[in-house]
């Protein structure tokens, strides 16, 4: 078993953390089938792993380029709130171009991750957008040429 925030797993739970992740379109049924279990008692399980918020939500994974979203940027940024001041991240994660917001440790405060159509784009959300947050002081951008490997997915104990 593994425990942590009041939250504890088994082996089945993380059984299904790991097929569900893999699928998260798998039904019921072909999850029980899996497990060797009653599907009345998967789908129990299953619902309280989103009642304790393990599971936290159902998603599609769409191509960025399918959709015009071509360059993928990092930007560290420097802000001028105190330690504990989230207002600026709260901000960030307003705009819908930012994908992650990172309160980080070292020089900068945020390491922020964006998707834009192409250079132009990213530089008009830079110029009309970030600059309007008051509290950020400077950034400093990566503009990724090749991803090799981009994963959402966790790594699900075994035990």
Do not use: W
Not at 18 to 26: G, H
Not at 126 to 132: A, D, G, Y
């Amino acid at each position: 078993m593994i425990s942590g925030n009041d939250i504890t797993l088994d082996k089945i739970d993380l059984s299904i953390l790991r097929f569900m992740q893999q699928n998260a379109r798998m039904t019921n049924a072909d999850l029980a089938r899996e497990l060797e279990m009653a599907p009345s008692a998967v789908l129990e399980r299953v619902k309280k792993l989103e009642q304790k918020e393990v599971i936290l939500q159902y998603t599609a994974r769409i191509s960025p380029a399918a959709v015009q979203q071509k360059l993928l940027a990092f930007i560290f940024m420097k802000s001028s709130e105190g330690m504990g001041s989230n207002n600026s991240a709260k901000e960030l994660a307003k705009i819908p171009e930012v994908q992650e917001v990172h309160h980080i440790a070292g020089d900068d405060c945020y390491l922020v991750k964006v998707r834009t159509a192409d250079s132009s784009s990213l530089m008009n959300l830079m110029r009309n957008t970030f600059s309007h947050i008051p509290n950020i002081l400077s950034t400093r951008t990566t503009i990724v040429l090749e991803t090799v490997k981009e994963e959402q997915q966790l790594v699900i104990p075994e035990k």
